[in-house]
């Protein structure tokens, strides 16, 4: 599972980093941004796709990987 932000459409609300700070932070104006590669660790699954729910612009994609 991965996590990818849209910068187009992200307004810098700041959900994503709060409610998963190990997944988002933010640059320098406070816009969000992926950490690493956007890969979701196991057991983060939940906290991500609550960060999707929660993104106002619709700004934050989940995709599944197929496991290797």
Known sequence: MKVQID???CQGH??????APG???EDDEGYG??????????GEERTAR???ANC???AI???EEEPT
Not at 14 to 19: A, H, K, L, W
Not at 33 to 42: H, L
């Open 7 to 9: 910068p187009e459409r």
């Open 14 to 19: 700041g959900r994503c980093y709060d409610i």
């Open 23 to 25: 997944l988002f932070g």
């Open 33 to 42: 941004t992926v950490i690493g590669d956007g890969a979701v660790p196991s």
């Open 50 to 52: 609550l960060a999707v």
């Open 56 to 58: 106002p612009e619709s």
């Open 61 to 63: 994609t989940l995709s």
